[in-house]
């Protein structure tokens, strides 16, 4: 795994290079890949996500969003990135640290989706592996929080293959679906990821 920076990390675009995959900050010209696998995606995605509005997939919905994740990385709230199969280039996810907290906290959220066709490949085990030493080393963040439906076990799956540890039960902690519902909290501590080979 490579990850690639200098200097202060809101001023760069972090890329993270991994065996299978890539990761970077998303950009316009990704528009046209990531409505299309949102698209073929949808059935899987709606189930484990806030509900899709009617401009879902819109371009001008896409730069809003990129103008958020832009500004929350330049103010050091939140990193946005794209996942790319390294073998061709096609996007397959996303994955976001969110809600970065500095001063005593020093934690961020994880979130992340995978596009069906990409899905149950372990795809997301090994961006998730991959992103943990940029939240640590690059961030210098203590503490990475996660938050999954009780019932996605895919999620609970690449939360525990990466040394996430459950914290208890939220109820009705996040409005997914169109729904309060309840979510198994995870944590991983700095102090807790072994050195790789």
């Known amino acids: 795994?490579?990850?690639?920076?200098?200097?202060?990390?809101?001023?760069?675009?972090?890329?993270?290079?991994?065996?299978?995959?890539?990761?970077?900050?998303?950009?316009?010209?990704?528009?046209?890949?990531?409505?299309?696998?949102?698209?073929?995606?949808?059935?899987?995605?709606?189930?484990?996500?806030?509900?899709?509005?009617?401009?879902e997939l819109t371009r001008w919905a896409f730069r809003r969003r990129l103008r958020i994740h832009q500004r929350d990385q330049r103010e050091d709230l939140g990193y946005a990135f794209f996942i790319f199969s390294a073998r061709d280039n096609h996007l397959v996810g996303g994955l976001t640290l969110s809600n970065v907290r500095?001063?005593?906290?020093?934690?961020?959220?994880?979130?992340?989706?995978?596009?069906?066709?990409?899905?149950?490949?372990?795809?997301?085990?090994?961006?998730?592996?991959?992103?943990?030493?940029?939240?640590f080393d690059g961030l210098e963040l203590h503490r990475l929080e996660a938050a999954c439906l009780p019932n996605n076990l895919g999620s609970i799956k690449v939360l525990e293959n990466n040394g996430f540890q459950r914290e208890g039960l939220a109820r009705k902690y996040l409005k997914i679906n169109a729904a309060w519902q309840d979510h198994i909290l995870f944590s991983l501590l700095c102090d807790e990821v072994s050195e790789g080979p």
């Open 102 to 135: 500095r001063g005593v906290t020093q934690a961020a959220a994880l979130g992340y989706w995978v596009g069906a066709p990409y899905a149950r490949r372990g795809l997301m085990t090994e961006a998730v592996r991959a992103v943990i030493p940029f939240a």
């Open 1 to 55: 795994m490579a990850f690639l920076r200098s200097g202060i990390v809101n001023e760069v675009d972090p890329q993270i290079e991994t065996e299978r995959l890539w990761l970077r900050p998303p950009v316009m010209a990704d528009y046209a890949a990531w409505a299309d696998i949102r698209a073929r995606s949808k059935d899987h995605l709606t189930p484990w996500e806030p509900a899709w509005t009617e401009n």
